[in-house]
């Protein structure tokens, strides 16, 4: 079964601009979550989807949002880089529910705002 | 808010060295992850701790759930330069409806 899969694996955008980020989760699964990753914050949650539906939504501006399609992909998007939302961006998808289960993650998306 | 502390933070050990790290909360969780991380990949499930008190060993690798389950360690027996990574717990339930990341600890193994 195919693991968890990010597109892109890297972007270079400037401040300003606007970025869309994209994730297949594990066949089958339909919990979807999205992760900041940053050397002094550490792992930090942004939004879970479930069923096309957001459930949960972590403590980051209206800059960010998600969007999950009935085959259970997901999109994350950040409107007016600013130079702090360089991170890796984590998806993780499990079965059911993210905050019960195991969440497998992708190899996530490195984005540098310059 | 649920908080995860982890220590320490870094870690730089020689290889066959032995090694623990930690991972506390006031918060009780249903139950606790530890993940371990690779430059540019995202984090990789090492094992699933949910019964108070439980251990659990994966080679060289053993995992501790805190009676109350509130806290966890991760023993390393003889550290291998391959053991080098970014580990990470992770605990699930309680008030949070999602999973809550520790700082993590960059574990450092110099052959």
């Known amino acids: 079964k195919a693991g968890v899969t990010q597109t892109p694996r890297y972007l270079i955008k400037t401040r300003g601009q606007q970025v869309t980020l994209s994730c297949s989760p594990i066949?089958?699964?339909?919990?979807v979550s999205w992760y900041q990753q940053t050397p002094g914050q550490g792992l930090q949650f942004l939004f879970e989807?479930?069923?096309?539906?957001?459930?949960n939504k972590g403590n980051f501006p209206g800059r960010f949002s998600g969007r999950q399609f009935s085959n259970s992909r997901s999109e994350m998007n950040v409107s007016t880089l600013e130079l702090g939302d360089s991170a890796l961006y984590l998806c993780?998808?499990?079965?059911?529910?993210?905050?019960?289960?195991?969440?497998?993650f992708g190899p996530g998306t490195r984005l540098l705002v310059l | 808010t649920q908080l995860l502390e982890q220590s320490p933070q870094f870690l730089s050990i020689q290889e066959g060295e032995n090694l623990t790290v930690y991972c506390n909360s006031s918060?009780?969780?249903?139950?606790l992850q530890w993940y371990r991380q690779e430059p540019g990949e995202g984090p990789v499930l090492l094992v699933t701790?949910?019964?108070?008190?439980e251990v659990k060993k994966l080679k060289r690798l053993t995992f501790q759930f805190g009676d109350a389950r509130k806290d966890s360690s991760l023993h390393i027996t003889a550290a291998q330069p391959g053991d080098t990574g970014l580990y990470l717990c992770?605990?699930?339930?309680?008030?949070?409806?999602?999973?809550?990341f520790g700082s993590g600890t960059q574990l450092t193994v110099l052959p």
């Open positions: 993780a998808s499990s079965y059911r529910d993210s905050s019960r289960e195991t969440q497998y």
């Open positions: 066949s089958g699964h339909r919990s």
């Open positions: 989807y479930f069923s096309e539906t957001q459930r």
């Open positions: 918060s009780v969780f249903s139950s």
């Open positions: 701790v949910v019964t108070g008190g």
């Open positions: 992770a605990g699930a339930g309680g008030s949070a409806r999602q999973l809550t």
